[in-house]
């Protein structure tokens, strides 16, 4: 592996191994990964100049003296249950690998995250919400913008049936008559004639759509078609979906593409009734995969999604605030947003 250089310790080797995985799994061909489990070896390990970009560490094995050495993000497995949940450089021990992973990636320094380069296969992160008016589309351009500001090569696409989005772009533009007609040809082809007309603000975005997909005769299949000619093609680290509103045969096809499924809900009973449906419908139990995230959240209202979580039907991974001062964020304003930063960090 060639990247990051990545020092995980621990005197418990069984435990350490299960975390060495998480990471591997993680950070894929990003990072060099080396493992400590004997005290004496971790002395003789820093008695020679070290430069680490990540440092994971059984608490009373790291001493003072490491402190002379170049490390980046350092962070210390304790005992001591933290009192807030995935922040600060002090993480829980006897957490899951999942959530621990999730600390370090959210607490890297933006030199860090820089730092990190996505090679090979494209990957296509799904934002979904079973409730309409959740905010889907600015946080998936949101998410768009932060990756894009990490050097990652970033597409937003939108199939929503009313194509709507036109205020995230700084001129707004629609997509040329003719190439409309050409993408329900499912054409392996359909993405060459697209390109010319992407959009590049600090991301790129295929633009609206002039009118509605269903007069248009395009079709959920037809972005089936569509992603798989981009990720083919190897142009983009990432393709950000501003998924369909509905569920479908076909929607459920995309999320099996993705390797990353970004769910959003609201903090109210409607948006709790329809997250409980959804759920007893599509098994999202790998919170590798799925991540639950509770948008435009108001912390002096009841929070009905609670009643889930103390179910363990779900986890809320982050709760993104609502913005009291505009609701039409645009997408480099929603990206500087730490909580959407947060969320986007655990895609990477």
Request: with cysteine.
């Amino acid at each position: 592996m060639a990247g990051l250089n990545i020092l995980l310790a621990d005197g418990d080797e069984r435990y350490l191994m299960a975390l060495v995985r998480k990471f591997i799994d993680g950070f894929e061909n990003e990072g060099d990964i080396e493992i400590i489990t004997d005290p004496t070896y971790l002395d003789e390990y820093f008695e020679s100049p070290r430069t680490l970009d990540i440092v994971v560490i059984q608490e009373d094995m790291y001493k003072e003296e490491f402190n002379r050495h170049n490390i980046g993000n350092l962070f210390f497995l304790t005992e001591d249950e933290p009192d807030e949940d995935l922040s600060g450089s002090r993480i829980y021990k006897y957490t899951n690998t999942d959530t621990i992973y999730k600390q370090v990636v959210n607490n890297l320094t933006t030199a860090t995250m820089a730092n990190i380069k996505k090679q090979g296969d494209t990957r296509i992160i799904y934002v979904y919400s079973p409730a309409g008016g959740s905010g889907k589309t600015t946080v998936a351009a949101g998410i768009s913008s932060v990756l894009a500001r990490s050097n990652q090569r970033t597409l937003f696409l939108s199939m929503d049936e009313l194509q709507a989005f036109g205020w995230l772009m700084a001129e707004p533009k629609v997509m040329p008559a003719e190439v409309e007609k050409q993408l329900m040809f499912q054409s392996g082809f359909v993405y060459n004639l697209i390109k010319p007309y992407l959009v590049k603000q600090d991301f790129y975005m295929m633009p609206p759509f002039s009118r509605m997909l269903s007069s248009l005769n395009i079709r959920e299949e037809n972005f089936v078609r569509l992603l798989e000619t981009i990720v083919a093609v190897r142009e983009f680290d990432y393709i950000v979906v501003d998924g369909a509103a509905g569920f479908s045969e076909t929607v459920s096809r995309i999320m099996s593409m993705s390797q990353h499924i970004l769910i959003l809900a609201q903090q109210d009973e409607a948006s709790r009734y329809k997250v409980s449906c959804l759920l007893s419908n599509l098994d999202c139990s790998d919170d590798g995969k799925f991540v639950f995230v509770c948008n435009k959240y108001e912390p002096g209202k009841e929070n009905r999604l609670a009643g889930l979580e103390k179910e363990g039907r779900l986890r809320i991974s982050e709760y993104i605030p609502r913005d009291t001062a505009t609701e039409l964020l645009m997408p480099e304003e929603a990206g500087q947003m730490k909580s959407v930063q947060k969320v986007a960090y655990m895609f990477m």
